[in-house]
Structure formats: C-alpha cells, structure tokens
C-alpha cells in the first residue's frame, strides 16, 4: 500500500524549466529501491524519463539528458526531477514511479515478491 502523490507540473514556454516532485507514502519495505519518471504523450507509449536507485544510481532517456535531473531523498521517500531547456517534444503527462520488493518470497524461485507503483500522473505542457 504504497501511494505516489506527484507535484509540480504546468505550462512553460520553451527554454524553460519546471521540478516535478513526488512524495510515497504507506508501507514501504526495505525502501524503495528504484524511483524515477515516465512520460506519455498523446498517441505516443509511455516511455522511460529518468530513474535513480536508492545508492543513487541514475539512468537517462537519451532524449533528456543533460537537461533533466533526477534525484532523491531516501529517508524522507521522495524524488525530484529538475527539467531544463525544457522543449515542446517535452509536452506529456509525467508519471511518478517506484519499485522494490517485500520481506517475504518465492521458495521454489528463492526471490523476493516484488512490488510497483504509478503515480496518477502531472500535465507538463511546454509551448509557446
């Protein structure tokens, strides 16, 4: 029962910035071991933003890097996304994300049950 509460999200020109934030909050186990973002644009799939492990750890889509930010407070189970130079191809819905795993597990397999979350969702819109 964990539940993503995502801020931070509006209309920007281009060249602009916005931070997108998003707090979990429940039952967490463990920590969360991967939080981070995806987008969706209308008729598009949703697709991978940014991520961070709790080690922080970082992946990128290609089409963010060195405008987008990504980064994470563990005690307090929060991230943030520090978009930059923002562009209208930028323009999605921005979905917040964890992942991890419970106590308990599998005995034929010996893994851990694992868990994810999505958040409902922030409008970015960059346009003119």
Known sequence: ???????GGGLVQP????RLSCAASGTIYNSIYTMGWYRQ???KQRELVATITR????NYADSVKGR?????DN?????TLQMNSL????????????????DDYDEKSGKFYEYEYWGQGTQVTVSS
């Open 55 to 58: 080690g922080g750890n970082t």
């Open 87 to 102: 562009k209208p191809e930028d323009t999605a819905v921005y979905y917040c994300y964890a992942a991890g795993h419970y």
């Open 15 to 18: 060249g602009g910035f916005l």
């Open 68 to 72: 987008f930010t990504i980064s994470r």
């Open 41 to 43: 644009a209308p008729g």
């Open 1 to 7: 029962q964990v539940q993503l509460v995502e801020s």
């Open 75 to 79: 005690a307090k189970n929060t991230v």
